[in-house]
């Protein structure tokens, strides 16, 4: 569910579905409606059995209405602009949006389950910012134990540039599904080998709930200074209240 997109539209009236073209400008070539369009067979399966759905929308969305990406090979630096200079937007028609840098490196790892050993597995690296960790409500399904609360996690995110979250399938809590070929948990040691052949290691310090929000999270300062990732390819959006799209 975690990869299904469709096109950006314009704003539309309340009830309406989303334009199936873009609006004017480079604004976002990949969007989803979380909450009624990336799981609607998930809320059904949920709500046979009997869960709180708007719980389970809560825990996977982390609070946002809107999941967008655009290719890596043409990131957007400012969202906040992109938005500005679009005549069907404005920033009042959102509480929170923000861009995020990410990449794709390999990563080396006892958790990595595949047939060959000698095969290069590569996997998401995300960028957190201070502003996500504020306004966002992605809760952790697990974390180490040396830590009090979930808060005391994401500050050392923040602060530790050699530790990170991993997202839920890479974590593999069977909670929506069964995980993939990466299996690691908390206390796991994760090396991240970047484009020029450098090794980072990287601990595992908690597990997303969510399964939208993917890959291995770190703070932005560390892919952006250690990596050399820049621009923004994952966008999270939270409407105003009365907004639809």
């Given at each position: ?102 990449g794709y490196f390999?990563?080396?790892s006892d958790a ?83 484009r020029d052949g ?48």
């Open positions: 569910y975690k990869r299904q997109a469709i096109t950006a539209g314009a704003r539309g009236k309340k009830g309406s579905s989303p334009t199936p073209t873009a609006p004017k400008g480079p604004l976002l070539s990949f969007s989803s409606r979380i909450t009624g369009r990336i799981f609607p067979g998930m809320s059904m399966i949920v709500g046979m059995n009997n869960a709180n759905v708007d719980q389970f929308k809560e825990e996977v969305s982390g609070g946002m209405d809107i999941f967008a990406s655009c290719g890596h090979h043409s990131p957007l630096e400012n969202i906040s602009g992109v938005i500005a200079s679009n005549e069907n937007l404005s920033k009042i028609n959102f509480e929170y949006a923000e861009g995020f840098m990410q390999q990563i080396r990595i389950l595949q047939r060959s050993p000698d095969e290069p597995f590569y996997y998401p690296v995300t960028g957190v910012t201070d502003s996500f960790v504020q306004n966002t409500h992605f809760t952790l399904h697990s974390y180490e134990k040396r830590f009090k609360s979930e808060a005391g996690v994401w500050n050392e995110l923040l602060t530790n540039s050699s530790t990170v979250i991993i997202d839920n399938m890479a974590g593999a809590t069977q909670n929506y599904g069964p995980g993939g070929y990466f299996v690691a948990t908390t206390g796991d040691t994760i090396e991240i080998v970047e450098t090794i980072r290691q990287k601990r595992v310090i908690g597990v997303l709930d969510s399964i939208l929000l993917n890959g291995l999270l770190i703070n932005d300062r560390a892919l952006q200074n250690e990596m050399n990732i820049t621009g923004h390819t994952m966008f999270l959006f939270k409407l105003a209240p009365g907004e639809d799209v």
